[in-house]
């Protein structure tokens, strides 16, 4: 049809296909078959498709640009390559110039100004271009796209009455044109800064007469107000978009946005935006910073219909296609304008991004329409064309409008957050993204916009501003926030919003300290606005309680206060009632005996008259007798009052002045002032120095002290300042020597107080004086009246006589009333002293309520911010974060609890013990996660390493009906839709990434709809329950999510804590040891939390009636009565709960025994966590450790044998430690069993040894320290390195340093021979044993000071004294001989855990596995190899099939597929439950470390090594060959490659001895070996010698060897093992020994034979040196006590600041240290000045300075920060952290290290450095006074320099000048005595021999591995024949042997086979 067209495949970004495996771009690789072979071949048509008149052209972006990759040569070699650059300066002006000139041609007002517009847009875009690169951050990518979108918009904007069109407003459109497009991607304010500072440079050098007023900030465009686009106000914009906002919610969305200036600029820019053509807009920042809402209100705004996608964990890029299609006919074929927000976690796969990408770019993407469905998008786009007019006739042309109507009507909307991982690759992956969208940083929300926020949504709570008091000077953080505002002062309001801005700004600070160590959390808005949600509705709930309760406490004590007063009332009445009635009765009676007889009535009448008068002279004369007492009381305490105020009198302005000065007083000082202001009456509450010192300001302090009248002292003065004179430390002496002002002052209150006391003590005689008199008085006028009686007594006989009768009724009626009153006084009486201690709670109670609302604030701000922001950290990391929101709210003056407590803020004591009953641990920690899951805004997301999290919330929920489920559950959506339609819970497990179908829940997206709460679930809407719950939960222990999960969830972090750990330990040990005990602490905290409850309860109901009472109490008869029977209970309830408080109390003992067992286990498992930084592999759960300790509590032979307690306790807590040992052993390597072994030894014995000892071993060598002079060490009985150690034991012991000179002393010949003997069986001299134990030290102690002393005396036998040790502790059944896997898999695994088999490459440990199945007769065994899709489905297969059924699953090789292992361990953990009890899963692998670290920590891991020796190695061999190979083979070659395999694996155990690196010989490569031998045997008659030590020694062993000398070496075994030699009988396989090959003939022959091998095999064996087994063990002792240094436990601070007064040990040993090492290195070394015509030697010697500087800087630095920090000067940092974990641990930092050398020890590389400096520091020397060659000649180290390399190239270069000869016909030799030292020779010097003696220049083979050469001086000489023997030494920088920096020939009469075999080599020397 088209046979003239030509089809041109346009491939864009051609460069940007990422490379495979193989390094391979296979879509270009593709594209070149197709142009250079025209074609391709169809594999499912199995035939060749040709191409004809096709074209490809490509487009990309030079391979130098990020994320670009250089495309194959044998494509470009095909492809001619144009090469188009963005336009020069002219260009630019002259394309932009003609477009400007079209532009404003149409305005007259204009048109002179096109060209000046053009070059003020060309001048800014260059600036701005140069400025900001993608160097700066990735999306700082600009393009003349930039000029021609700002030339555009200018056009736009320029839209108005053509003739009013200003230059103004042309500038100004310029100038807000350019900042969108240039300001709006700037990251930080400086930059935006710049910009518009260059903007105005730009504008005012362009246009000179331009008014500033034009340009003034800020720059705001907007057509919504004027419906013209024009400038508009800050103000009248807000105020129009607030408007709009009110209608937005209502018909859209209902959510509150803050209009912050921020929130207006992005407003703006996305509807500039929306309003272009093509508009799209790249919104960047973080997560919940309002990008998604911002885009839909303007998208309502301007009428834009909203498209976003629903993604779920199905979602599939078929389904994006489907959503692509929806999308792009709505736009393009309906005409529907549209906005399409698409976030980037929408991004599933990285073909939503490309197709986006292809969208962006085109408008269309290709291929998203084919087939039938292109027919009817052109169908439909053809009718939709037609109606509006438009005649198109090919589908090309329909196709192309509708491409044009989509360009018109979508834009697109990605919002991203910049700190996800994937965003700095977005630019290179996605360049349309960056170069067609309009890029608009949104970022974090600044600190104003943060405050605005908070000012808006605090507007509930209401603030007591008057009881408020700003800090008088604003703190730093507090004045940035209001720099904009210029306060002096703060409200309350204000106060607490800069605070939450502060504490939210500073959480930011902790997770970038946080993200260097490899943990990574996202503080968002999200986070502020659930901040401060929290705190509203805090403060509104605590306000309601506490008003709440103490309203019922004050009615309370109101009606109390009530009832007492009429009390006291009754009693009054009662009172007089019964004087009344005692009258009457005497009256009665007086008138009886008066008409009786009248004389007895007289006399007694006038007996009562005479004691009367004399009852009145005694009253007289006592007060007579107490009126004189008091006044001479008053009359000693005056003179010291007045002479007090003398003294006060005679201060001078001067003494005064002096107390002003002080800014932190003396105590004394400050004390005595502070009570002098208490006396005159201050607020002691309110009392602070700032205020004690503007109290003693006052120009009238002195008078106020003058005129104060002691009568003004009150109770309450009085008490204070008596209880502070009364202090023992305090007397006027001491006051006075602290301050001459505060003496007289002092003496004042001394005075004052006294002389109040008089007056106090002097009250009560005055009080007396006046009842006398009071008394005397009415004795006197019952005097007068019964002498008048006595006269006219006879006159009234008669009348008496009638009164009579009349008083004894009268006395009747009096009796009945008083009784009735007397009744209720009792009843009240007895009720108010029963209610008395409540009276007393509850004033109390009503204090502290009164104190709770004035601390409220701080204390919700405090509990609020930990909700929101403190779950995701550790204890440690919380508290440091408490005490700096502590401290902003410190320093505005908010007030909070002291000793606030989160846990006891927002819980009760009722839930805590509910909590635990359901498995929560009863620690702090605990407590305060179980709050969070409690309290939340954003659901909770689970941090649940061990487990028990998990546990305890499916008992706490499941009265909810909780369900567990996961992501892998296929049945999720179903699960998650009925928990949220009937409200129940559920668990969500294993939530490392989170299926977005969960986003609208977790952001609780509900709506209302015709009475229903709904929430979009994907594609449909459920109802949603109030009551629902969801949890997520993580078994993660360092889980890493992304930014936008971070926002939408709440973590809680229960990672178990020592303290937890312990006490659960603890309660399994009572548990068991004491069940009864247990059980009735339980019981007994059972029933008193339940009487604590009840307690309360009836103290409610009695506040409760109190409250309803509406009359009097007294009144109510029922209401005392439900008193007295609410006390009653209660009483009896208090006196129970006393009880039981008591029964606690005693048990507690019985818990303290066994403390120590539960704090060891505790110990233990967290040093089981630090086997994690030896190696990868070892990961151990806690389920682990605690299945260990529940078989050790359960399962112990020992335990069931014994009954005694004691005996019970030493049995159970060694049984811990052997059976936890056993079990981890299991699990690691034997070389790591050791170091385990010894911190098990050391938390065994941590009670019982000296810490200072443990410390002394664990150190290493310093050369920092000072010895100490030991007398009695005789010379030459140690060498200098024993006896700098020695002196460091003697410093670091002080307690053994006399008892170690005694011994030496006395004892030298023990001591020599100690030093020199291989024995192992004493540890220390015996003599200085006995010495040790006579002086007090017990056994152990000895012990760990003999490892000490074999460390740094005989180290080779450390292994040996340190494992004898540990057996002596536990017993010699401590270390198990070999693992016994079928019985550990019986008693020690637990079957729902998979066992997880690693070994060294090439062992196969699957065996194991295979003949224990056979054993155990297992029918359903499946064993499976891993690998392949089939593999991977055959495992699922089998595993649901044995995991319901029973039976055992063996995966082979697990170690190539770790990403499945993730899946496979999630879906263990999710069917483990309901596994049968038969099933088994074992797992193969290989040592990998991409094996995910949970599923080993979940797995029980047994780690397999073949063992050590030839004879095991020969085993191992033979066992795997079958007897008829052996008998019907080339045995005698099988058994040649069985001994050269072994010898060779051997070897490998001396690295870097025996070779100078591990390579992986393994049994795969042995059995390829046999295989070939038997190939070759069968195809040649004779042996083929040299083809099988050619396929061996280049194929099979040869092809991993990089190392040309180990290449040596090998071929050197080859040589001589596989050579017709072996065929004489006199060939011995050993040198100098008669060991024979064997003459078997059978395997059985040759099992025999190699039975009769030793264990061991001798270092002769493997052609080593005789010592060189020393060398190895001293290596392994220093590697086995690093590994012990790294498992301590890291010791740090627990604050944030560490006061100086109180410097903890760890931190004076770290000053120390790092003190030593400044002393020990440089500041600087010199480097002199560049000459005229530098030699290379000169070049040289330049840059080793300058790195000797760089790395000096960088060591001092760090040096220097850790001395502040330790020392308090600096805060400590995460790096500084991490720095000092290095020196605990001994670790050598990484910006520490060098190049070439390899040292373990951090001691030994600081000390090394300093040696590299001294030997630097002399090359800078020499080199500023030009005598470099001299240099050469006195001889270089060249292990000290940083490139010893470099030297011998210079040398050589050196040599070729002076030679004039080429570099490569020049050898190194060692020079000849006496030749000349020409250019090329050079002297080295601490070089060492290996594996031979240097005697008389010649080479001779050695017993010792090493010996020290003298300086020997080489030369580069011109290549000679040579007809001496040489042998070929290499010469390596240090003992490593890593590098090799040359090789030299030597003389030597040793045969050539015997040096290279003893790995002769010359090592530069790195010791000390």
């Known amino acids: 049809k088209h046979l003239s067209k030509w089809l041109i495949l346009f491939c864009d970004e051609i460069n940007l296909p990422a ?109 701005s271009s140069q400025r900001f690169t993608p160097d700066i951050h990735p999306h700082y990518i600009y393009s003349p796209r930039e000029l021609s979108r700002w030339v555009n918009s200018i056009q736009q904007g320029l839209g108005r009455e053509k003739e009013s069109v200003s230059p103004d407003f042309l500038i100004r459109l310029w100038a807000h044109e350019g900042l969108r497009l240039f300001q709006d991607r700037l990251v930080t304010e400086e930059e935006k800064l710049w910009t518009d500072k260059t903007l105005d440079e730009v504008a005012f050098s362009t246009w000179p007469s331009l008014d500033k007023s034009t340009l003034a900030r800020p720059l705001l465009f907007s057509d919504w107000i004027t419906k013209q686009y024009v400038p508009v106000s800050r103000e009248d914009l807000r105020r129009h978009i607030h408007d709009q906002l009110a209608v937005f919610k209502e018909e859209e969305l209902e959510v509150d946005l803050v209009l912050f200036d921020d929130v207006m600029d992005h407003i703006l820019r996305l509807d500039r935006v929306f309003k272009q053509r093509q508009g799209h807009v790249l919104a960047i920042g973080i997560s919940g910073g309002g990008k998604s809402l911002i885009s839909r209100f303007v998208a309502w705004k301007n009428g834009l219909s909203l498209f976003t996608i629903k993604v779920n964990k199905h979602y599939s890029p078929n389904d994006f296609e489907e959503d692509l299609q929806t999308l792009l006919k709505r736009a393009g074929c309906d005409g529907e304008k549209i906005c399409f927000i698409f976030d980037e976690s929408n991004i599933l796969e990285s073909s939503f991004l490309e197709r986006m990408n292809t969208l962006l770019s085109s408008g269309e993407v290709p291929g998203l329409f084919e087939g039938n469905a292109y027919t009817s998008l052109i169908h439909s786009v053809r009718q939709q064309a037609q109606c509006r007019g438009k005649c198109l006739q090919t589908d090309e042309e329909v196709y192309g409008w509708f491409t044009k109507q989509i360009r018109k009507n979508l834009h697109i909307v990605f919002t991203m957050n910049p700190a996800s991982p994937d965003f700095h690759n977005r630019t290179a992956t996605s360049p349309a993204l960056f170069n067609r969208c309009v890029i608009d940083w949104f970022g974090d929300w600044p600190s104003a916009a943060l405050f605005e926020v908070g000012l808006e949504f605090t507007k509930a709570i209401q603030f007591d501003d008057h009881k408020y008091d700003s800090p008088a000077q604003l703190p730093e953080n507090v004045s940035r926030i209001h720099a904009s505002r210029n306060l002096s002062r703060i409200s309350l309001k204000q106060a607490v919003v800069t605070t939450l801005v502060s504490i939210h700004e500073s959480v930011s600070t902790v997770n970038a300290q946080l993200e260097k160590q490899g943990k990574r959390n996202y503080v968002t808005p999200r986070h502020y606005l659930d901040f401060i949600s929290h705190i509203v509705g805090m403060i509104g709930r605590k306000k309601e309680s506490i008003g709440l309760q ?80 008091a006044t001479a009381e008053l009359a000693v305490a005056k003179p010291a ?188 009486t007895s009720l108010l002293e029963n209610l008395s201690s409540e009276r007393t709670r509850w004033s109390h109670l009503s204090k502290k309520f009164s104190t709770e609302m004035d601390s409220l604030i701080g204390d919700s701000i405090l509990a609020s911010a930990y909700l929101a922001y403190a779950g995701f950290y550790e204890k440690k990391q919380r508290n440091c974060l408490v005490s700096e929101w502590k401290n902003h709210l410190k320093n505005v003056n908010i007030h909070v609890t002291n000793g606030f407590s989160f846990a006891e803020y927002l819980s009760t004591q009722d839930e805590k013990q509910e909590w635990q009953s359901n498995g929560l641990p009863s620690d702090e920690l605990a407590e305060e996660n179980a709050i969070m899951l409690f309290n939340y805004n954003r659901y909770p997301l689970v941090i649940d390493p061990s487990g028990q999290a998990t546990e305890f919330i499916m008992k706490q929920f499941r009265n909810q009906k909780i369900r567990r489920t996961s992501f892998r559950d296929p049945t999720f959506i179903k699960v998650l839709e009925s928990a949220l339609r009937f409200g129940t819970a559920l668990l969500v497990e294993d939530v490392e990434g989170v299926d977005p179908i969960l986003n609208p829940v977790l952001n609780r997206e509900i709506r209302k709809s015709e009475g229903r709460i709904l929430v979009r679930l994907g594609d449909k809407d459920v109802t949603f329950s109030p009551s629902f719950v969801i949890i997520l939960s993580t078994r993660e222990a360092n889980p890493q999510f992304t930014p936008d999960l971070c926002s939408r969830v709440t973590f809680v972090n229960f990672t178990v804590t020592p303290n937890s750990l312990q006490s659960q330990c603890l309660d399994s040990i009572l548990r068991v040891e004491q069940p009864e005990t247990y059980n009735q602490r339980q019981e007994w905290l059972k029933l008193d939390g339940e009487y604590q409850k009840k307690l309360r309860s009836l103290e409610a109901e009695l506040l409760d009636v109190l409250n309803k009472c509406s009359d009097q109490v007294l009144e109510n008869d029922t209401v005392l009565t439900a008193l007295e029977q609410l006390k009653k209970d209660a009483t009896l309830v208090e006196q129970k709960s006393q009880e039981a408080h008591e029964v606690i109390q005693k048990m507690q003992a019985i818990r303290e025994f066994y403390s120590p067992i539960a704090l060891a286990c505790s110990r233990i498992y967290f040093s089981m966590e630090q086997l994690g930084s030896i190696h990868f592999l070892y990961q151990f759960s806690l389920r682990f450790f605690l299945d260990t300790f529940s078989s050790v509590l359960h399962e112990s032979e020992k335990l069931k044998q014994e009954t005694d307690k004691q005996r019970r306790f030493d049995i159970l807590l060694k049984e811990i430690f052997s059976t936890t040992f056993r079990r981890v052993s299991t699990g690691l390597l034997h070389e790591d069993q050791l170091p385990f072994a010894l911190c098990m030894a050391q938390i065994y014995l941590s009670d019982s040894v000296d810490p200072e000892l443990w410390e002394t071993l664990l150190q290493g060598r310093s050369a920092t320290e000072t010895e100490i002079e030991l007398t009695g060490v005789s010379v030459g009985t140690f060498t200098r390195e024993q006896s700098h150690s020695l002196g460091k034991i003697a410093k670091n012991l002080s307690g053994i340093s006399p008892l170690l000179s005694k011994s030496l002393s006395n004892h030298p010949s023990e001591w020599a021979d100690y030093v020199r003997t291989r024995d192992t069986t004493e540890s220390l001299p015996p003599s200085f044993q006995s010495l040790l134990k006579q002086n007090g030290h017990s056994y152990k102690s000895i012990q760990i000071v003999g490892l000490l002393f074999v460390k740094e005396l005989r180290k080779e036998q450390f292994i040996s004294v340190a494992t004898r040790f540990v057996e002596t502790t536990f017993g010699n059944e401590f270390f198990p001989e070999e693992v016994n896997f079928a019985a550990s898999l019986k008693q020690d695994i637990n079957p729902k855990y998979p066992v997880l088999l690693c070994s060294r490459p090439g062992y196969d440990a699957s065996t194991r596995v295979d003949a224990l199945a056979e054993a155990e007769n297992i029918r359903n065994y499946s064993p499976i190899a891993i690998g392949s899709k089939e593999g991977f489905d055959a495992a699922e297969k089998a595993i649901d099939l044995a995991s319901r059924v029973g039976g055992w699953v063996l995966l082979k090789n697990v170690h190539l597929v770790p990403q499945w292992l993730s899946n496979l361990e999630k879906k263990l953990h999710t069917i483990r439950p309901s596994l049968d009890s038969g099933f088994r899963l074992f797992l193969t692998s290989e040592i990998h470390p991409k094996l995910p670290s949970t599923f080993i920590c979940n797995s029980n891991v047994f780690l397999f090594e073949p063992a050590a020796g030839i004879k095991a190695s020969l085993l191992r061999t033979y066992n795997s060959i079958s007897e008829s190979r052996i008998e019907n083979g080339p045995h005698q070659l099988y058994f040649l490659l069985a001994w050269f395999h072994a010898l060779i694996v051997e070897r490998l155990r001396s690295v870097p001895f025996g070779w100078t690196k591990t390579f992986a010989f393994t049994d795969d490569d042995k059995f390829r070996g046999l295989a070939a031998i038997d190939y070759w045997s069968s195809t040649s008659q004779e042996v083929p010698w040299e083809a099988l030590r050619k396929l061996l020694g280049e194929t099979v062993y040869g092809g991993q060897i990089d190392n040309s000398f180990d290449q040596r070496l090998l071929e050197s075994f080859l040589e001589r093992l596989f050579s017709p030699q072996t065929k004489d009988p006199s060939f011995s396989l050993v040198y100098g020994e008669s060991l024979a090959l064997p003459s078997a003939q059978t395997h059985s022959e040759y099992m025999e034979w190699i039975q009769r091998l030793p264990d061991t095999t001798p270092p002769k064996w493997l052609s080593l040196p005789e010592d060189s087994d020393l060398h190895q063990l001293s290596n392994r002792a220093s590697d086995s006590i690093r590994k012990f240094r790294k498992m301590q436990p890291v010791q740090e601070s627990s604050t944030v600041e560490e006061s100086a007064e109180s410097i903890p040990d760890w931190t004076s040993r770290v000053l120390t240290t790092c003190t030593g090492w400044l002393e020990l290195l440089p500041e600087f070394i010199e480097v002199p000045g560049t000459s005229t015509g530098v030699s290379p030697l000169e070049r040289l010697a330049r840059s080793e300075t300058e790195w000797g500087n760089k790395i000096l800087s960088t060591i001092r630095n760090d040096l220097n920060l850790i001395v502040s920090t330790c020392e308090g000067k600096v805060k400590q940092t995460t790096d500084v952290r991490k720095l000092i974990q290095n020196i605990q641990k001994d670790e050598i930092p990484t910006s520490w290290k060098v190049n070439m050398v390899s040292l373990i020890s951090l001691d030994d590389h600081v000390c090394f450095i300093a040696k590299c400096m001294k030997e630097i520091k002399l090359i800078s020397h020499h080199l500023k006074e030009g005598t470099l060659p001299s240099l050469l000649q006195e001889g270089i180290q060249l292990s000290l320099l940083n490139n010893p390399g470099a030297f011998i190239t210079t040398m050589r270069q050196m040599a070729a000048r002076y030679s004039k000869c080429s570099l490569e016909s020049l050898k190194i030799s060692l020079a000849k005595d006496g030749e000349e030292h020409s250019p090329g020779f050079f002297k080295l010097k601490g070089l060492t021999l290996q594996g031979a003696s240097w005697v008389n220049g010649t080479l001779q083979l050695s017993s010792k591995s090493s010996e020290s050469l003298p300086p020997l001086v080489f030369s580069w000489t011109e290549l000679e024949t040579s007809t001496e023997r040489l042998f070929k030494v290499p010469v390596y920088v240090d003992e490593s042997r890593t590098t090799v920096l040359f090789s030299v020939s030597l003389k030597s009469t040793e045969e050539e086979h015997k040096l290279i075999q003893h790995a002769v080599a010359i090592v530069g020397e790195c010791s000390l």
Not at 101 to 110: G, H, R, V, W
Not at 719 to 733: D, Q
């Open 550 to 629: 103490q309203s019922h406490l004050i009615v309370g004590l109101e009606k109390l206060a009530e009832t007492e007063a009429e009390v006291k009332n009754l009693q009054a009445i009662l009172e007089t009632k019964q004087k009344e009635l005692q009258e009457k009765s005497a009256e009665a009676n007086a008138k009886l005996e008066v008409l009786v007889k009248d004389k007895q009535v007289a006399e007694t009448q006038r007996k009562e008259v005479f004691d009367m008068k004399v009852d009145l002279e005694e009253k007289t004369a006592e007060i007579e007798r107490d009126s004189n007492t």
């Open 19 to 127: 490379p495979d495996a193989y390094d391979t771009q296979q879509v270009i690789s593709f594209i070149w078959q197709l142009i250079e072979h025209g074609g391709f071949w169809h594999w499912e048509k199995l035939k060749w498709v040709t191409l004809e008149r096709i074209q490809f052209v490509g487009a990309c972006n030079p391979p130098s640009d990020a994320g670009r990759i250089p495309m194959s040569n044998r494509f470009l070699r095909h492809t001619p390559i144009l090469y188009i650059d963005y336009p020069s300066r002219n260009g630019l002006m002259q394309v932009y110039n003609t477009f400007n000139k079209a532009i404003l041609s149409e305005y007259p007002t204009l048109r002179a100004y096109a060209e000046t517009l053009t070059t003020a847009m060309v001048e800014f875009y260059r600036l």
């Open 641 to 828: 009052l007045e002479n007090a105020k003398k003294a006060v009198n005679g201060l001078t302005s001067k003494d005064l002045e002096e107390i002003r000065d002080y800014k932190r007083p003396p105590i004394l000082v400050k004390d005595t002032l502070e009570a002098v202001c208490l006396m005159l009456g201050e607020d002691p509450s309110q009392l602070t120095w700032v205020q004690v010192r503007s109290k003693v300001s006052h120009r009238d302090f002195k008078k106020m002290i003058l005129q104060f009248k002691t009568g003004d002292i009150n109770e309450v003065r009085r008490t204070a300042v008596k209880k502070f004179l009364e202090k023992p430390h305090i007397n006027y002496e001491k006051v006075k020597n602290a301050s001459t002002a505060c003496g007289p002052l002092f003496e004042w209150l001394q005075a004052h107080i006294n002389y109040a006391e008089i007056k106090r003590q002097v009250i009560p005689l005055k009080q007396r004086i006046a009842r006398l008199t009071e008394e005397a008085e009415v004795t006197k006028v019952k005097l007068e009246e019964s002498t008048a009686a006595l006269l006219i007594l006879e006159a009234n006989l008669e009348t008496l006589t009638q009164e009579y009768s009349v008083l004894v009724s009268h006395s009747e009626k009096i009796k009945s009333e008083m009784k009735v009153v007397q009744t209720k006084v009792q009843r009240s």
